[in-house]
């Protein structure tokens, strides 16, 4: 019995003066668990390994199995690294490029200036769909950029405090916004899908590069090439932010980790390239292009810009007789006659 | 210290300003003079009434076509301001401990944010209808253009401060409220209480003279 009791005790702490006093090296077990170090050993077995490790959990869920998602750990650095940093850049340099153009080109007038004389372009209710689509896709975009970029840029300059509450602020506001903007998108779809179908023609405008390319005038519809590449880019690229965007807000619809990371890359890349081509337009559509806000300010153009930016539409408002004369559209405007912003500067072109 | 004004004097005093000022303008239009009217009733003035509060709700068959935005916007605004102010759970609480002493079963959390994209919806819709619309932008005064702005900050600012974990989110948010509770009863934004009894003169006015209208 005592000879039993003491082989017991023996066994029981042999692996224990083996671990006191064992070599420095490594020792493996047949599983590939490390017993130097444990714990950095083990947790490093569990992040790092190349495949996904599942066990088991009494908590259901999808991916409850998961300890730790090593893919997340990838997400979470391909976000701080390449997506915050080329898409920050990407945003800042066409910027750049448009304020130069500005400063080398200048705003691109009308050959004649304009005439006073207006074409009815866009209704009441399409404007206010413009519009609407234009204030959400600001405030998402906005609110994007600083959960995006905030970290980098705006930490350093406010403060741990107020850019929590930036932060916070922008999260929520970002989230309840983002429904409204696939809501804006359905209408803008129906509003304007019919006269964004490409035609003939089309091509000869992407060919003249919308006029910058050569000497010849780029013939253009009642919304040309560029336009219709445009309108089609926010619907379809718009679409994808949407559904990602509702992937992403509303986690409860059985999916993954892997979904989601998935969702926030092409939320974010497709968020960037709306962002930077929405520079452009929102040049082109003010300060870049006389004349071209008055359709969205008004619903009006001045029949000398449609013949300079969408001759063939323009010839179908000479042989429709749809011009409206300078005193009769002051009228619609509830203003004197000689007294819109479009006769001040018409007298000044003459 | 910004904290205590906005929680403590600034909350009472533009609770007070509400209160007085909107019970002064209404009781003002009660007793406001009007002329004797003169004329042989042909019809009851009060059913005239009572039947233009309610009828005014749905759009004339004429111009529905015409103002579909407004109606549609016009609804979805008003009653998702209506839901967010009187049964979003932190409202519910407000009410009960600051107010009322009271409260009531709060929309669960899917219906508060539906409430408030409905509301933001109508309200952008509304606004951007009024300056797009020529007739709209001239009838349109200043006061319109704030009370419609500060309606929106106050929302914005609401929706900022969902997640209830930032002081200064709820300052923010507090402050904007007690801005609007002031603006108010000199404002557009009467049109809250005065919209019944506006309906109900026109109403009776038409009522005794037997027009249906």
């Given at each position: 019995?005592?000879?039993?009791?003491?082989?017991?005790?023996?066994?029981?702490?042999?692996?224990?003066?083996?671990?006191?006093?064992?070599?420095?090296?490594?020792?493996?077990?047949?599983?590939?668990?490390s017993t130097e170090r444990l714990g950095d050993e083990?947790?490093?077995?569990?992040?790092?390994?190349?495949?996904?490790?599942?066990?088991?959990?009494?908590?259901?869920?999808?991916?409850?199995?998961i300890l730790i998602n090593a893919r997340g750990d990838?997400?979470?650095?391909?976000?701080?690294?390449?997506?915050?940093?080329?898409?920050?850049?990407?945003?800042?340099?066409?910027?750049?490029?448009?304020?130069?153009?500005?400063?080398?080109?200048?705003?691109?007038?009308?050959?004649?200036?304009?005439?006073?004389?207006?074409?009815?372009?866009?209704?009441?209710?399409?404007?206010?769909?413009?519009?609407?689509?234009?204030?959400?896709?600001?405030?998402?975009?906005?609110?994007?950029?600083?959960?995006?970029?905030?970290?980098?840029?705006?930490?350093?300059?406010?403060?741990?405090?107020?850019?929590?509450?930036?932060?916070?602020?922008?999260?929520?506001?970002?989230?309840?916004?983002?429904?409204?903007?696939?809501?804006?998108?359905?209408?803008?779809?129906?509003?304007?899908?019919?006269?964004?179908?490409?035609?003939?023609?089309?091509?000869?405008?992407?060919?003249?590069?919308?006029?910058?390319?050569?000497?010849?005038?780029?013939?253009?519809?009642?919304?040309?090439?560029?336009?219709?590449?445009?309108?089609?880019?926010?619907?379809?690229?718009?679409?994808?932010?949407?559904?990602?965007?509702?992937?992403?807000?509303?986690?409860?619809?059985?999916?993954?980790?892997?979904?989601?990371?998935?969702?926030?890359?092409?939320?974010?890349?497709?968020?960037?390239?709306?962002?930077?081509?929405?520079?452009?337009?929102?040049?082109?559509?003010?300060?870049?292009?006389?004349?071209?806000?008055?359709?969205?300010?008004?619903?009006?153009?001045?029949?000398?810009?449609?013949?300079?930016?969408?001759?063939?539409?323009?010839?179908?408002?000479?042989?429709?007789?749809?011009?409206?004369?300078?005193?009769?559209?002051?009228?619609?405007?509830?203003?004197?006659?000689?007294?819109?912003?479009?006769?001040?500067?018409?007298?000044?072109?003459? | 210290?910004?904290?205590?004004?906005?929680?403590?004097?600034?909350?009472?005093?533009?609770?007070?300003?509400?209160?007085?000022?909107?019970?002064?303008?209404?009781?003002?239009?009660?007793?406001?003079?009007?002329?004797?009217?003169?004329?042989?009733?042909?019809?009851?003035?009060?059913?005239?009434?009572?039947?233009?509060?309610?009828?005014?709700?749905?759009?004339?068959?004429?111009?529905?076509?015409?103002?579909?935005?407004?109606?549609?916007?016009?609804?979805?605004?008003?009653?998702?301001?209506?839901?967010?102010?009187?049964?979003?759970?932190?409202?519910?609480?407000?009410?009960?401990?600051?107010?009322?002493?009271?409260?009531?079963?709060?929309?669960?959390?899917?219906?508060?944010?539906?409430?408030?994209?409905?509301?933001?919806?109508?309200?952008?819709?509304?606004?951007?209808?009024?300056?797009?619309?020529?007739?709209?932008?001239?009838?349109?005064?200043?006061?319109?253009?704030?009370?419609?702005?500060?309606?929106?900050?106050?929302?914005?600012?609401?929706?900022?401060?969902?997640?209830?974990?930032?002081?200064?989110?709820?300052?923010?948010?507090?402050?904007?409220?007690?801005?609007?509770?002031?603006?108010?009863?000199?404002?557009?934004?009467?049109?809250?209480?005065?919209?019944?009894?506006?309906?109900?003169?026109?109403?009776?006015?038409?009522?005794?003279?037997?027009?249906?209208?």
């Amino acid at each position: 019995m005592k000879i039993q009791t003491l082989l017991l005790l023996v066994g029981l702490l042999l692996p224990q003066l083996a671990l006191a006093d064992g070599p420095p090296e490594q020792k493996n077990f047949p599983q590939g668990v490390s017993t130097e170090r444990l714990g950095d050993e083990l947790w490093r077995e569990v992040r790092q390994r190349d495949m996904q490790s599942s066990g088991i959990s009494q908590v259901k869920g999808v991916d409850s199995g998961i300890l730790i998602n090593a893919r997340g750990d990838q997400w979470a650095r391909f976000r701080m690294d390449q997506l915050s940093t080329f898409g920050g850049i990407g945003i800042a340099a066409i910027f750049a490029i448009i304020v130069l153009f500005y400063v080398v080109r200048g705003r691109v007038p009308i050959e004649g200036g304009l005439s006073g004389n207006m074409v009815h372009r866009f209704t009441d209710y399409e404007r206010v769909v413009h519009w609407t689509l234009a204030i959400v896709f600001l405030f998402l975009a906005i609110t994007g950029l600083i959960l995006l970029l905030g970290r980098p840029l705006l930490l350093p300059l406010f403060g741990k405090e107020v850019f929590s509450i930036l932060a916070s602020a922008s999260k929520e506001g970002h989230n309840l916004f983002g429904p409204l903007f696939l809501v804006s998108l359905i209408m803008m779809l129906i509003s304007f899908a019919r006269r964004n179908l490409y035609e003939r023609g089309d091509m000869t405008w992407l060919l003249k590069g919308g006029g910058l390319i050569g000497d010849g005038h780029a013939s253009g519809g009642f919304f040309n090439m560029g336009e219709k590449t445009w309108y089609w880019m926010v619907i379809l690229i718009g679409l994808v932010i949407a559904i990602s965007g509702l992937i992403l807000v509303s986690p409860n619809f059985g999916q993954g980790r892997l979904i989601m990371g998935l969702s926030h890359v092409v939320h974010t890349i497709g968020a960037i390239i709306l962002i930077a081509v929405s520079i452009g337009h929102m040049y082109l559509g003010s300060i870049g292009s006389e004349g071209a806000l008055e359709g969205m300010k008004t619903g009006y153009v001045d029949i000398n810009w449609a013949d300079a930016h969408h001759d063939r539409w323009g010839k179908v408002c000479h042989e429709e007789n749809l011009i409206i004369p300078a005193e009769e559209y002051a009228r619609l405007q509830g203003q004197k006659p000689g007294s819109t912003d479009e006769m001040a500067t018409a007298e000044q072109g003459k | 210290m910004i904290e205590y004004l906005i929680d403590g004097p600034l909350w009472y005093f533009s609770l007070a300003v509400f209160v007085i000022g909107v019970v002064w303008q209404l009781v003002s239009i009660v007793f406001a003079s009007r002329k004797q009217d003169l004329s042989v009733a042909r019809d009851s003035a009060t059913s005239g009434a009572i039947r233009t509060i309610f009828t005014r709700f749905v759009p004339h068959k004429e111009i529905s076509s015409q103002i579909t935005i407004q109606v549609v916007a016009g609804y979805l605004f008003h009653l998702g301001l209506f839901a967010l102010l009187f049964f979003a759970a932190p409202h519910v609480v407000f009410l009960e401990h600051n107010l009322l002493g009271f409260g009531w079963t709060p929309m669960p959390h899917w219906a508060f944010i539906v409430s408030a994209q409905a509301a933001f919806l109508g309200l952008i819709f509304l606004w951007l209808r009024r300056m797009v619309n020529p007739v709209s932008r001239l009838i349109s005064t200043l006061d319109d253009h704030v009370a419609a702005i500060l309606t929106f900050v106050v929302m914005l600012t609401g929706c900022f401060a969902l997640l209830e974990g930032s002081t200064g989110l709820r300052l923010l948010h507090r402050f904007s409220v007690e801005l609007w509770l002031i603006y108010f009863p000199f404002s557009a934004l009467m049109h809250t209480f005065t919209f019944i009894p506006s309906r109900a003169f026109t109403g009776a006015w038409f009522g005794r003279r037997g027009i249906d209208a």
